[in-house]
């Protein structure tokens, strides 16, 4: 089994990082995800909670944060796709040992896929086929 585990990151972090990869104009300031935060996840953190995140998120090389005039702002150093592609590797290594039909059958197991999402699987699979 290939090792591509990286530092994990918590559930708090990752919803910084989503925020910070949706971001449609670059980098965001400290005030910016907090308020992000409030409007998409409903978590209303202090200033001080955030800031340790974004810390943390510094030391496992995922953002930079620097400062422009009174601001802070945080830019990310990792790729969203890459992150989780590597998640979801390791997701099918840990629990499906390896096995991705096992893994899709359990992300549609609770919910039957729609039609369309059935003819999107089958072109990906056609896709990596030829």
Request: charged fraction near 35%.
């Amino acid at each position: 089994m290939e090792e591509i585990i990286e530092k994990d990151i918590s559930g708090c972090e990752k919803m910084i990082m989503k925020i910070i990869w949706d971001a449609k104009e670059g980098d965001l300031s400290t005030l910016e995800i907090i308020d992000a935060l409030k409007v998409r996840y409903g978590k209303d953190y202090a200033r001080t909670t955030v800031v340790t995140f974004l810390q943390r998120l510094c030391e496992k090389g995922f953002i930079t944060t620097y400062r422009k005039g009174k601001m802070a702002y945080a830019h990310a150093l990792k790729d969203e796709r890459q992150y989780v592609n590597n998640f979801m590797r390791n997701v099918e290594d840990f629990w499906f040992l390896g096995d991705g039909a096992k893994l899709l059958g359990a992300l549609y197991e609770q919910r039957k896929p729609s039609k369309e999402e059935i003819e999107k699987m089958r072109n990906i699979l056609d896709e990596l086929d030829n």
